[in-house]
């Protein structure tokens, strides 16, 4: 169905596979539109929780399409660069949770789309980096925005004005991701976490995503009073009351996303 992308459904996890073997899974325009259009598909009601992979055993996504941009000028870098950062915004902003299961390398804008996600968990062979100072770039698929705010600024600033690469360990100790698992394992691992997000109020983790996105940029008055207010509006689903009452009754209740 996508000419860049295998996807599939398992149960109420969808995982979406960067898949273009001859670059590494590098990002082109089209690999970009592919991934617009099955996020614009995706049914998240039903579906719970979102994982996003690259195929095969050595790269996550190796970064933009670095032919596709090279004969680029400025306003075509600019308009470039604003359509992958849209892409990965509707990412960031995905009602439901994503995990990046990051399978190798992740540099440039693979290390971007993973910084997109809610949550990392990577292979032992995984590599991350933002080495776009080396072609003559900046990290443009908001790489200088969400790397700071992921590790620190001064760590953030080492990593993309030196385009090191950092293997897994590393990601982990500077908290770039949040597990570093062997790579057999990945794919089980990001599931078993899938499935436990998954399992609680979908409407309940949909509302903290919610917060802890929009609050990251709020006065802390303000992100109190946003927090308390949808606090109070899970008490209108049925999944609050159900979930409750099946809790005080010792019984067993499956949410229903009402
Ligand atoms: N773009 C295009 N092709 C790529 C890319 C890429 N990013 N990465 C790898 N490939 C291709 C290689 O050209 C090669 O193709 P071919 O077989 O035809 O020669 C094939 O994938 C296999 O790669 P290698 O032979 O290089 O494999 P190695 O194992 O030797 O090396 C590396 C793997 C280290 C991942 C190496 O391929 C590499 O350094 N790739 C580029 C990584 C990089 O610099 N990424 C950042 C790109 S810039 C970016 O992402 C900016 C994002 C913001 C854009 C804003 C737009 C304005």
Redesign the pocket.
Known sequence: MYEHLKTELRGAVAVMTVSVP???N??SGAVLRDMEHYLQSLDCHSVRCLVITGDGD??FV????????AP?DAAG??A??AG?ARVFRMIETLPIPVIAAVNG?A????C?LAMACDIRICSDNA?F????V??G?I???S?TVRLSRLVGMGMAKQLIYTGS?IKADEALRIGLVNAVVPQAELMDKAMELAARIAANAPLAVQAAKRCINAEYDMPADEAIAFEAEAFGQCFATQDQKEGMKAFLTKGKYEFQGK
């Open positions: 001859k670059s590494l590098a990002l050595k790269s190796a970064g933009a399409d670095i032919g596709e941009m680029l870098g600019t470039w660069g992958g390398y540099l440039g804008g693979g971007e590599r980096g933002q080495p776009e080396g072609l770039i990290p443009g698929f790489g690469h």
